[in-house]
């Protein structure tokens, strides 16, 4: 499995180098006024499409998500969190204007159970992926579905108890990048290959441009990440609000 990484508890956000990408964790399980003051920072329509989710489990998920969204972002372009625009590119990747001085605040957020990582950077192209692992699920099926022959064959050939992991692992990896690219399904899964062995950093392997770097990672116990950018290596930041 991936290293977990350490993350440093601050009040506000620090200065986003060009340099760097910025990855902040929230928990979506929070209390009921932290909640509220999230929801807030929603637009109508965003309230419309919390009210929309059958459970409320979901709803709140969504919310705080959405909320914690709003928030980091504003903070980095000194905004109101309320009056922030999010528009949609033709591919539906969400995005926000140009600040000041034209340059582009790139995200992009994942959210599984009740954890949610969202990472930031300067005019690039992002991608990020949380899962919980499940072991109630066809893992060699799925990937005999969705993954390359190679991946397969990779993951077959891992020992039966790192297989689960070596699923989660490849599919935030592959996940992430096509979030990065935009494509949506214009990116076969099988396109490309990542390597998914436990414990080894990760890679891309076939099928993708040098310009793309990946990173992964743990955000805790069971729940594995991976971050795709393209340009120059940055060094990576990893972030909670206290």
């Given amino acids: 499995m991936s290293s ?5 508890r601050l009040p506000v956000v620090p200065p986003l180098q060009p340099d760097e990408i910025h990855v902040w964790r929230s928990d979506l399980l929070i209390g009921a006024s932290a909640q509220s003051l999230l929801y807030g920072y929603l637009t109508a329509e965003e ?8 459970f409320d489990r979901d709803r709140d998920r969504f919310v ?27 591919e539906g990747k969400p995005a926000v204007p140009p600040d000041s001085t034209g340059r582009s605040l790139s995200f992009n957020l994942s959210h599984s159970e009740d954890l949610a990582v969202l990472a930031l950077g300067w005019d690039r192209n992002i991608g990020i992926d949380v899962e ?13 579905s969705h993954f390359s022959a190679c991946e397969v064959s990779s993951l077959v050939g891992l020992a039966p108890p790192d297989r689960v992991d070596g699923f989660f692992l490849a599919w935030t990896r592959k996940e992430a990048y096509v979030k ?17 062995e436990p414990g080894e950093p990760a890679r891309f392997l076939r099928g993708v441009d040098s310009r793309w770097q990946i990173v992964g990672w ?8 991976a971050l795709v950018y393209d340009g120059a290596p940055a060094h ?7």
């Fill in 180 to 196: 990065a690219c935009g494509g949506g399904l214009q990116v076969p899964l099988d396109s490309f290959d990542v390597n998914l």
């Fill in 218 to 225: 743990l955000v805790e116990h069971g729940y594995p990440a």
């Fill in 4 to 8: 977990a990484v350490k993350w440093a």
């Fill in 132 to 144: 919980r692992i499940r072991h109630d699920m066809e893992h060699e099926d799925i990937a005999r």
């Fill in 47 to 54: 309230k419309e499409r919390a009210a929309r989710f059958h």
């Fill in 236 to 242: 990576v930041r990893f972030f909670t609000l206290a």
């Fill in 64 to 90: 705080v998500a959405r909320g914690n969204l709003r928030d980091i972002l504003a903070r980095y372009l000194h905004q109101r969190a309320s009056e922030l625009q999010i528009g949609y590119g033709d």
